[in-house]
């Protein structure tokens, strides 16, 4: 299918700013709900694009960096199977089994890109040295615009692939392996949701994951229905909790109002 030039731009200045994302996560833009559903937004297959980073995120619940350890690069992954999908004439499906490949090569990518920026980080070194900020301000810059040339680039290269070929291609690659990476992909779901509940379980959590579990098997309703549920059964556990009422039993029967006693446990962390 072909796309405007406006959107072929909007993907590459999306693609860019996921790979600048992808080392601040300040706005979590790198992730594959947000991805997919821009792309899809630039498109104007909305539906598509949500559905297709709905799924890519489901996988990338469990990908997180910690310390020098490289998580799977979400960034590349939901930004080259957000354009197969959506300008390439791929399979949801399709785009889903990909997806956990080039996640592994984007993390081979950058690991590589962060090698490289090693001399910047010398050079950043050198003019804090000479007390010059801006020497400083543009290594910054520098390094952090090669990490979104790490995905912008390989982004205009899929663009510029031929629909036809790229059909082609993913008509070439065997049933058995297609379908193994989609059940891989399934398993990594998995894998993804374990360990959210595992840094998220606690004695007071567990009750509201068996309340949402039996809800969401015995009833019909929806996820938006579920998470209206979900967020009033929190805002009642803050408002009856010791922990942020100081013990009252009411929120203004306590030690302080809810918000100051939010206010202070976020200034501790």
Same mark, same amino acid.
């Given at each position: 299918?072909?796309?405007?030039i406006?959107?072929?731009?909007?993907?590459?200045?999306?693609a860019?700013?996921?790979?600048?994302?992808?080392?601040?996560?300040?706005?979590?833009?790198?992730?594959?709900?947000l991805?997919?559903?821009l792309?899809?937004?630039?498109?104007?297959?909305?539906?598509?694009?949500l559905?297709?980073?709905?799924?890519?995120?489901?996988?990338?619940?469990?990908?997180?960096?910690?310390?020098?350890?490289?998580?799977?690069?979400?960034?590349?992954?939901?930004?080259?199977?957000? %354009?197969l999908? =959506?300008?390439?004439? *791929? #399979?949801?499906?399709? $785009?889903i089994?990909? +997806?956990? &490949?080039?996640? @592994?090569? !984007?993390?081979?990518?950058?690991?590589?890109?962060?090698?490289?920026?090693?001399?910047l980080a010398?050079?950043?070194?050198?003019?804090?040295?000479?007390?010059?900020?801006?020497?400083?301000?543009?290594a910054?810059?520098?390094?952090?615009?090669?990490?979104?040339?790490?995905v912008?680039?390989?982004? %205009?290269?899929? =663009?510029?692939?031929? *629909? #036809?070929?790229?059909? $082609?291609?993913l008509? +070439?690659? &065997?049933?058995? @392996?297609? !379908?193994?990476?989609?059940?891989?992909?399934?398993?990594?779901?998995?894998?993804?949701?374990?360990?959210?509940?595992?840094?998220?379980?606690?004695?007071?959590?567990?009750?509201?994951?068996?309340?949402?579990f039996?809800?969401a098997?015995?009833?019909?309703?929806?996820?938006?229905?579920?998470?209206? %549920?979900?967020?009033?059964?929190a805002?009642?556990?803050?408002?009856?909790?010791?922990?942020?009422?100081?013990g009252g039993?009411?929120?203004?029967g306590?030690?302080g109002?809810?918000?100051?006693?939010?206010?202070?446990?976020?200034?501790?962390?």
């Amino acid at each position: 299918m072909d796309i405007s030039i406006f959107a072929a731009i909007a993907i590459c200045i999306i693609a860019l700013f996921a790979g600048f994302e992808s080392v601040l996560d300040s706005f979590q833009l790198h992730q594959p709900i947000l991805v997919c559903t821009l792309i899809g937004l630039a498109t104007g297959n909305l539906t598509e694009g949500l559905l297709l980073g709905g799924q890519l995120q489901l996988i990338a619940l469990g990908w997180m960096n910690i310390g020098a350890a490289q998580a799977p690069d979400a960034a590349l992954a939901g930004v080259i199977a957000g %354009i197969l999908v =959506l300008t390439k004439g *791929a #399979s949801v499906s399709e $785009g889903i089994a990909i +997806a956990v &490949p080039l996640a @592994i090569a !984007g993390q081979v990518l950058t690991i590589f890109v962060r090698t490289m920026t090693v001399g910047l980080a010398h050079y950043a070194d050198g003019q804090a040295e000479k007390g010059s900020i801006r020497g400083v301000e543009s290594a910054n810059m520098m390094a952090l615009g090669l990490q979104g040339l790490r995905v912008m680039i390989p982004a %205009i290269a899929t =663009l510029a692939l031929p *629909a #036809s070929a790229v059909q $082609g291609a993913l008509a +070439a690659i &065997p049933d058995w @392996i297609t !379908g193994g990476l989609a059940v891989g992909g399934g398993m990594i779901v998995a894998v993804g949701y374990a360990m959210v509940i595992n840094m998220m379980a606690t004695k007071t959590t567990w009750p509201f994951f068996f309340i949402g579990f039996a809800l969401a098997a015995v009833t019909e309703l929806n996820l938006v229905a579920m998470g209206i %549920i979900g967020l009033a059964l929190a805002l009642i556990y803050i408002e009856l909790s010791p922990q942020f009422n100081g013990g009252g039993g009411s929120g203004s029967g306590g030690s302080g109002s809810v918000d100051a006693q939010l206010d202070a446990i976020l200034e501790d962390y």
